[in-house]
């Protein structure tokens, strides 16, 4: 029973009344058409002629359901009426032929299927309810409409079963038609494999969108929340022998703080749909004019950290590739967090341009503008064993990341164990010529 007179089988009722409703300018106007071509009659009068105009209208609804906003308009009616689960259905217009096809199909389902359920649910239950009321009602009985129910001749008591039969049959071929409706749909509703496509693209976008946030929030806060630890631990230890280390110390985490928050506030903003770029934000970091303060806020918290900056043929790192300054900036800021949390002893960083691989790179000179690359190398002793820092890895979110910060420029990083030494290296392709 549930089936057929459920919520869900109500709705789909209502579905298919709508579509009929839909359905009525198309056979009105089809109506008028049909009555002049017979000489001037009311087709509304002719049950056959009434019968032709619904048909001759289904052609005309299929043609117009090609263009406009079928598809979205049906989908959103099934996914709300019809219980059909949203995924099987397609998001937005029908952009080919063969979508806008099987959208014009289902259109015309729709509204054929529906105006036939709409006119036996005008026209069944007054019928129904009369011939319940025939035993009951004596006038009823004398009422001559051509039909045996109705004459003084047939029983009485036989017309109930009839009005009950009607309404029976006037349910079930609702819930019947609301399931075909409900089965079709994602037949002639679903995406095509190009909208599978374009769905496909959009979910690989939000996820670079995410990963990148992700990235950017781990690089700023995760390498400012170690920083600023270890700062704050030098600074507690060498409190009463060393109060200048201790002003440089809570200087660097008041300098830190205030970049990160700078560069959380630049990230969040990426968050919110449609917030511009402001004009206060925060630049990102680059080699140029971030390198040498994220050196000094390293070496604040008391590691000791040996730089070899050669940017070789470039000159200077401001004249490099804007991308490739901010993504080297971040895998040496990276390299410097996993240094701080999971090292000891002092940190040798090297930071040069060099002459790309390849053929073309063996004949490169300081004044062409062959291949290069930039090339990062870092290392530092591990922590001991009974240390109080934690386990070192070659997997961890900072680590991927930086790989997928080099990979974007199609580069690589390698990080694990070098010796005694633990060593990260990371090799950032430059466009020839870019400046």
Do not use: K
């Not at 039969?165 to 509703?189: F, K, M, S």
């Amino acid at each position: 029973m549930n089936r057929l007179l459920g919520a869900r089988a109500r709705w789909r009722w209502v579905h298919q009344i709508l579509g009929g409703a839909l359905l009525m300018p198309y056979f009105l106007l089809m109506q008028v058409v049909v009555g002049v071509v017979a000489g001037g009659v009311n087709a509304l009068d002719s049950a056959p002629l009434s019968l032709l105009a619904y048909a001759l209208c289904l052609p005309l609804v299929a043609a117009t359901a090609l263009f406009g906003p079928v598809r979205p308009m049906s989908v959103a009616a099934v996914r709300a009426m019809c219980g059909v689960p949203g995924e099987a259905l397609a998001d937005g217009p029908a952009t080919s032929w063969a979508a806008r096809g099987r959208a014009s199909a289902w259109w015309t389902l729709h509204l054929g299927t529906g105006a036939l359920i709409s006119g036996m649910t005008l026209a069944v239950p007054p019928m129904a309810v009369a011939l319940i009321a025939v035993p009951f009602v004596g006038r009823l009985r004398d009422v001559r409409l051509g039909y045996g129910w109705f004459t003084t001749d047939a029983t009485p008591y036989a017309a109930p079963l009839a009005g009950i039969g009607l309404l029976a049959g006037l349910v079930l071929c609702a819930a019947g038609a609301g399931w075909l409706l409900a089965r079709t749909a994602p037949v002639l509703l679903g995406p095509t494999p190009a909208d599978r496509l374009a769905a496909a693209e959009e979910r690989a976008s939000d996820l670079a969108v995410r990963n990148r946030l992700a990235r950017e929030l781990h690089d700023a806060v995760g390498h400012a929340l170690s920083a600023v630890t270890l700062q704050a631990a030098a600074a507690r230890r060498m409190l009463e022998r060393d109060p200048e280390f201790v002003r440089e110390a809570l200087a660097a985490i008041e300098d830190t703080t205030r970049r990160t928050v700078g560069e959380l506030d630049a990230v969040l903003g990426l968050l919110r749909d449609g917030d511009p770029a402001r004009p206060d934000a925060a630049p990102a970091p680059t080699l140029a004019t971030d390198l040498d303060g994220l050196l000094a806020r390293t070496r604040a918290g008391g590691t000791t950290v040996t730089a070899h900056q050669d940017p070789g043929p470039v000159g200077d790192w401001a004249a490099l590739p804007a991308i490739a300054s901010r993504e080297a900036y971040r895998i040496v800021q990276e390299g410097l967090s996993n240094a701080l949390r999971h090292g000891a002893g002092p940190v040798d960083l090297r930071i040069r341009v060099r002459a790309g691989t390849g053929t073309a790179a063996a004949t490169a000179t300081a004044h062409d503008t062959g291949p290069r690359e930039l090339e990062i190398t870092m290392t530092n002793p591990p922590a001991a064993p009974d240390a109080d820092r934690e386990p070192r890895s070659s997997g961890g979110r900072g680590l991927r990341g930086a790989a997928e910060r080099a990979a974007l420029l199609g580069g690589s990083v390698e990080a694990g164990p070098r010796g005694d030494r633990w060593r990260l290296r990371a090799v950032l392709p430059l466009a020839g010529g870019d400046r």
